[in-house]
């Protein structure tokens, strides 16, 4: 009886603890933006600490920090975004964004690490009658493959989101028209939450 609690309970360790994140959009157009800088007309806007739960633990473990951007373009005349408007830290050395299909294959979550949850697969429960009997019941064929499965599908489904919301907000290379405003996500080499600065060239 008590290996059968002790299982159960690994079980639920397990099942808890290493399950797939879903992915909660960043929706940049809706954030409210606290960090500002403007330099010659034209405004920058943007927040750090977008991600959660697996994403938020990959952007610590590959130093990628992804920054939501409102720029706001009030100069006289039309610019690019990585030509004319460039970003920088603080202490004025520039920023070299990561393009945002290399910020999906770091931040991604892996859905073929699921795969262990077939480990459960031989696994029973050993039940023991009144008359000195015992039953076993096969509750890793269920559990095994649902497992797999249900978290399988997740991190699938959650990262499609999250490339999705990528590519749409891909701001590298956008022409930023005079009296418009675009927003963006961008992908920063960075272990911490350095204070950002918008430079014109």
């Known amino acids: 009886m008590k290996i059968i609690k002790i299982t159960l309970l690994l079980v639920s360790i397990i099942s808890l603890t290493s399950c797939a994140s879903s992915y909660k959009m960043i929706k940049p157009k809706l954030i ?90 031989p696994m029973n429960l050993y039940t023991s009658s009144s008359n000195g009997s015992s039953n076993s019941i096969p509750i890793g064929l269920i559990a095994g493959p649902c497992l797999t499965a249900g978290n399988m599908i997740t991190a699938g489904s959650s990262n499609k989101k999250f490339k999705t919301e990528l590519l749409e907000y891909n701001i590298n290379g956008t022409l930023i028209k005079k009296g418009e405003i675009k927003y963006g996500l961008v992908g920063v080499k960075s272990d911490s939450f350095d204070a950002l600065k918008i430079k014109l060239e």
């Open 32 to 121: 409210n933006y606290v960090s500002k800088n403007e330099n010659k007309g034209v405004k920058l806007e943007y927040k750090y600490d977008l991600l959660s739960k697996k994403y938020a633990k990959k952007e610590v473990k590959k130093g990628i920090k992804l920054v939501a951007v409102k720029i706001t373009n009030e100069s006289d005349k039309d610019l690019m975004f990585g030509r004319e408007i460039k970003l920088t830290y603080e202490n004025g050395s520039e920023i070299v964004a990561v393009e945002n299909t290399k910020v999906f294959k770091s931040l991604k979550q892996s859905s073929a690490s699921y795969l262990f949850y077939l480990l459960l697969t």
